[in-house]
């Protein structure tokens, strides 16, 4: 049977998840517009003309990184140029700053150091939490995890209960790339596989956290490699409703090694149309995120007209992207994000890290 845009549209309308060759119709649709219309109608339904963004502070502890993973640009050796690591004063003195900035999360993610004691990243937690219990702190991807359980010697269950313990609150979405192992090979070989990456993910999620969840696009992957990254998050989304937001992000090409792609999935249409596609598949996700660092304040802005219903946050200090060349500035400030959001015809709230709504603006 010829599957038809009508046909999906009509499943999509009347409720009905949609399967993996329907995602991939999607993506190879010309019509951005219509898959646009279609997931908006999806969003409204979940989340009327209401639009999250955050007060937040990124806190990058470290660059000095084990792993060369060829799409970043900003990992560095330790005795490299540019290498850089905090101390716990330093983390003190950025988590004052936020919090006097008005901020409720930190997030924290940083490079595998090769030196750093476990201590130090339970040290660094507690250090967020003396500045204000209040702060909730949204730190390390499960390659973070991963990594931590090894340098300390005890299980993820362990690890995960020592850091909860040091006042870790839930996790960030990164390091999922793309899960597909023959694209993850080429992309970064060193990194934990995408086998890995979700079972650690179960983990947290059976430990009571809530974690986000990330897809890196417009490299060398393929629509195909793309739609089965969203069935792996949305299966395991199925099993322990623990992802609060997917958040597509595309790629950068300043000073990493694959740079040079051309690939002729990427540019504004893609990115429109990733987050639109991602909106009707991942029907059991509540919030679709548009990360303004990567794909720029204009996009992340239009793309509250496909599905979107949350903008990230202040951020601040952002060098992951911007290492890799991002356009966007370093820092939105609350005023900002609510005007960008109110001109845009929607409504803007306020959130905390777990979703809770703190004021509409
Ligand atoms: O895993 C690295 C990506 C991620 C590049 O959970 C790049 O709320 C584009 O996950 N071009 C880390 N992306 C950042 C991340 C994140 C960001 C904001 C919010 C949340 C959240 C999570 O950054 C990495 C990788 O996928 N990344 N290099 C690059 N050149």
């Known amino acids: 049977m010829i599957l038809t845009f009508e046909q999906i549209s009509e499943k999509v309308r009347a409720g009905e998840r949609i399967t993996d060759h329907e995602a991939l119709f999607l993506f190879e649709h010309p019509d951005l517009l219509a898959i646009g219309e279609l997931a908006a109608l999806v969003n409204e339904r979940k989340n009327g003309q209401r639009v999250f963004f955050n007060v937040n502070r990124h806190l990058n502890h470290t660059n000095v990184c084990v792993n060369r ?117 080429r992309l970064c070989p060193e990194k934990i596989s995408g086998e890995r990456w979700l079972e650690i993910m179960e983990e947290v999620h059976g430990a009571g956290l809530k974690s986000n969840a990330t897809m890196l696009y417009g490299h060398l992957e393929t629509y195909a490699d793309r739609v089965d990254h969203m069935r792996r998050l949305r299966e395991l989304q199925d099993r322990t409703g623990g992802f609060q937001v997917f958040i597509p992000l595309a790629f950068q090409k300043e000073n990493n090694l694959l740079g040079h792609l051309k690939n002729p999935l990427s540019g504004g249409v893609d990115d429109l149309k990733c987050l639109a596609v991602a909106r009707i598949y991942l029907d059991n996700f509540t919030n679709i995120k548009s990360y303004w660092v990567m794909v720029g304040e204009k996009i992340a802005q239009v793309s509250l007209a496909f599905g979107v219903n949350d903008l990230d946050g202040t951020v601040v200090e952002e060098k992951i992207g911007h290492d890799a060349g991002a356009a966007s500035p370093q820092a939105m400030s609350r005023e900002g994000i609510v005007d960008l959001i109110r001109k845009a015809g929607k409504i803007p709230v306020e959130r905390d890290t777990l979703y809770n709504e703190l004021r509409v603006h």
């Open 69 to 185: 993973c060829r799409f970043c640009a900003f990992a560095r050796s330790g005795d490299e140029a540019g290498a850089y690591t905090y101390d716990l004063a330093e983390v003190r003195r950025r988590a004052e700053e936020a919090l006097a900035q008005g901020a409720t999360e930190i997030h924290i993610v940083g490079g595998l150091h090769p030196d750093l004691p476990f201590e130090f990243y339970l040290e660094m937690l507690r250090t967020v939490k003396e500045v204000s219990p209040h702060l909730h702190v949204k730190a390390f991807t499960v390659v973070e995890i991963d990594y931590l359980a090894r340098l300390a010697g005890l299980s993820i269950a362990e690890t995960l209960q020592e850091l909860q313990g040091a006042g870790l609150g839930s996790l960030p979405g990164g390091g999922a790339e793309i899960l597909k192992k023959e694209v993850r090979d």
